[in-house]
Each structure stands twice: as C-alpha cells, then as structure tokens.
C-alpha cells in the first residue's frame, strides 16, 4: 500500500493528524534523487578493491610496564600493589611498535566509578586540528564502572581490623563518614564508594592498515574516573585517577600482505 506523507507537508500543528503519523516516511523530491544505489560501487570511487587479509600476533604489556618501547607520563604509587596510578587525562602509557597496530585491549579499573579510556594514534605533527579527510585518530570507551580497592573500599568489605580503644574505632567510623559525605557532595548526588570491585576491558579497533598515512605505529593510553578522588582532604581531583594493569597491542604479523 503506497503511502501518503501529508503530515510532511503540513506546517499547521492544528492540522496535523496524529492518528496518520508513520514512522515509515517515503522521501521526497527532490532530496530523494542525490542518493545513489549500486552493486559495484560508483565509476567516482575508482577501481573496485578487494579487501585486506593479513594475520596478526599479540604483544602483551602488564604493570609496572617497564619496557623498552614504553613511556609513562603523569603517574605515582609505582611501588603499590595495584602498579602505577595514572593522572586522568595527563598521564599516559605510549607505545611504540615496529610493525602496525591493528588492535589495542586495555585492562584497567578506576580509583574511582564512571571511568573511561582513550586511545590515541596521531602521527608526528598531526592532531585533531589538521586530520582532513581521514579517521579521527581518537577513541573513547565510557561508563567502566570497575573499580579497585581504596581505603573506603577496603573498610567496607573486608576484615575489620582489631580495635585496641574505643576511640580507635570511633576514628575509623568517622573517617569513613567522612569519605561517605565528601564523594557525594553532602549527601546530595551519588557517589564512587563502591562502584565494582572488578576490572574493566575495553578493546579498540583502531587504524586503516591498507593506507600508508592511516596506519599507526604508536598508540597513546589514557584513563580517568567522571567521579571525586580524595574529596575530603587537600588531594582531591577531578577526574579521578585511573590504573592500568595489562596491555594487550595486536599488530599485523610480518611475512604476509
């Protein structure tokens, strides 16, 4: 059955007809005629291409990540358990491969919730102001809610520990209100006390290896948390940090094009 697109036309919201409103709408003239249909593409997209087979291997980096080809920036705590901790945004782990990257798989968890990951692969003098007709060079991966063991997080679901006063455990409950009053802004907006004791994996696809400007041998790694860190003391910031524990870079495996 054609369809009538009237209510298209119609401008008058008085006369416009709810009960014959389509989510199905035909499109019109002359709109309709600069889209084109083809089997084997169009004469202005030049010759037709076959797509890109190659295999690929894995080159896995885990924290402290001290490797060669690797650089960190913006991190501390180097000596804790969970590895270093990374500024949002500022701090970074770069690495740099000698054959293309076809694959990042990043594992990570959050100082705090709400954490995302980026990843960058910008050539030398490229940035986000100068990529033309290209891929942006950039990925984000948002609402990780994977979160590692802080103090609070340690108090709330692990062993108490063994009170020798009354006042030492007095000083324990009240630091944890503390922290409860400070990540939720007085009691007012939800905060990151327990978000999820777990890690996060997040997998970027990235690059265009059949084209020489588009493929990346470098990659930038970045994280943070959308939640306070330490609101309650001099150190608070805004995005939390951000771990990292395990790099997983795939690249395209030499000996076949």
Known sequence: MAIEPENRRCTNDAEYDFQEASYVLTPQEPAASIWKSCDQG??????????????????????????????LRGWS????????????????????????IVEVIVVGSGCSGNNYNLVEWWNEGETLRNCKGQ????????????????????????ELPEFDTLEEATAFLRKIQRIAHGMTS???????????LYENTVHFRIGD??????????????????????????RIRY?????FRLIDIVVKKEGRD
């Open 42 to 71: 169009d004469p202005a997209h030049g010759e037709v291409r076959q797509p890109e087979v190659f295999e690929t291997e894995h080159h896995v980096y885990t924290t402290p990540f001290n490797y060669a080809n690797v650089e």
């Open 77 to 100: 705590e180097g000596k804790s358990a969970k590895g270093p901790e990374f500024l949002a945004d500022i701090g970074s782990i770069t690495i740099v491969e000698q054959q293309p």
């Open 135 to 158: 891929l942006i060079k950039r990925q984000r991966v948002e609402n990780l809610q994977g979160q590692h063991p802080a103090w609070i997080q340690k108090a709330l679901s692990q």
């Open 186 to 196: 007085n009691y007012t907006m939800p905060g990151s006390l327990m978000s999820g």
């Open 209 to 234: 290896t059949s084209r020489p400007e588009l493929t990346p041998y470098k990659v930038v790694i970045r994280g943070g948390g959308l939640d306070y860190e330490d609101p309650f003391d001099e």
């Open 239 to 243: 995005p939390a940090d951000y771990v």
